[in-house]
């Protein structure tokens, strides 16, 4: 399966924007790539997807590079509620197994007042 | 709308007890799964279904069967549990193999 890396963690101010980034320089053409994030606690949640286009929804924003071996989340304001841990995905669209998550360590986001 | 369930939310074992971990979603999801989370990792497949009769193994099954009569409940079985067992297990469920996954809220276990 196609590995993602993703810095242990980084910290943010609240209100200020962050900018999760992501390296997998060994996805294929038809894989997604998704964030899912996990607050302390609960399990993870959907934050956003996307394949070859940059995207947008109420949570978060999703750059994805050109090349498609990079992607970038953007919390456009962080609030202390933004504080978790952030899962950068890889999901295959094809095969055994396709639609299956599979979670590296992720980036542990803290957000200070 | 309850969305994924777990029960229970935590549970103590002894090494060689069986024990069945229940999954439920209102839903109406085809695609559910069960992941384990040990201390300062990320998520690991267990097992997954894609309807109901019909279920594959993920990265780690071994120790845990599935199956899957109807499409609302996907409960997991620890055979004869071991301390390396002791993990936070979390359901998912989504409307197709490909799509967002829910999660539940976890289950707690703690093999002894």
């Known amino acids: 399966d196609a590995k993602t890396t993703q810095p242990n963690s980084m910290e943010s101010n609240e209100e200020e924007p962050v900018h999760l980034p992501c390296n997998h320089s060994t996805i294929s053409g038809t894989d997604y790539i998704h964030w899912y994030r996990q607050l302390p606690s609960q399990g993870p949640e959907y934050v956003i997807h996307g394949l070859t286009s940059n995207v947008n929804n109420r949570m978060a924003s999703l750059a994805i590079a050109e090349d498609r071996k990079s992607s970038t989340l953007i919390l456009h304001r962080a609030t202390l509620r933004d504080a978790a841990v952030y899962y950068c995905?890889?999901?295959?669209?094809?095969?055994?197994?396709?639609?299956?998550?599979?979670f590296g360590k992720g980036t542990k986001l803290s957000v200070k007042p | 709308n309850a969305g994924v369930t777990q029960t229970p939310k935590f549970q103590v074992l002894k090494t060689g007890q069986s024990m069945t971990l229940q999954c439920a979603q209102d839903m109406n999801h085809e695609y559910m799964s069960w992941y384990r989370q040990d201390p300062g990792m990320g998520l690991r497949l267990i097992h997954y279904s894609v309807g109901a009769g019909i279920t594959d193994q993920g990265e780690v099954p071994n120790g845990y069967n599935v199956s899957r009569s109807t499409t609302e409940d996907f409960p997991l079985r620890l055979l004869s549990a071991a301390p390396s067992q002791t993990s936070v297990y979390f359901c998912a469920s989504s409307f197709g193999f490909r799509g967002t996954q829910y999660f539940g809220p976890g289950t707690r276990l703690l093999v002894l």
């Open positions: 995905i890889l999901m295959r669209n094809y095969g055994g197994s396709q639609g299956n998550l599979i």
